[in-house]
């Protein structure tokens, strides 16, 4: 991970504010959805996209049960 020597406070509410400069360079756009992940002792937080469930494929996705699975997998998963 590469630091950028930004800081922030947590609000008595337990947020934080996203510079803008990390917004823009990451395409981050106000209501876009964020995926907060745990590792070790960090906090990553990450621009969500859907993407199939097993391979991570985000493109030509089918919606399965809630989940969304990509057309190599899904006829992967017919020959199985």
Do not use: A, W
């Given at each position: 991970m590469k630091s950028t020597g930004i800081t922030r406070k947590v609000d008595e509410l337990g947020r934080i504010v996203l510079p803008i400069e990390l917004r823009r360079t990451l395409d981050i756009m106000e209501k876009d959805p964020i995926e907060i992940y745990v590792d070790g002792n960090s906090i990553v937080l990450k621009?969500?996209?859907?993407?199939?469930?097993?391979?991570?494929?985000?493109?030509?996705?089918?919606?399965?049960?809630?989940?969304?699975?990509?057309i190599d997998c899904m006829s992967n998963l017919k020959t199985v």
């Amino acid at each position: 991970m590469k630091s950028t020597g930004i800081t922030r406070k947590v609000d008595e509410l337990g947020r934080i504010v996203l510079p803008i400069e990390l917004r823009r360079t990451l395409d981050i756009m106000e209501k876009d959805p964020i995926e907060i992940y745990v590792d070790g002792n960090s906090i990553v937080l990450k621009k969500y996209q859907l993407s199939c469930v097993f391979c991570g494929n985000p493109e030509n996705l089918t919606p399965f049960k809630e989940k969304y699975v990509c057309i190599d997998c899904m006829s992967n998963l017919k020959t199985v």
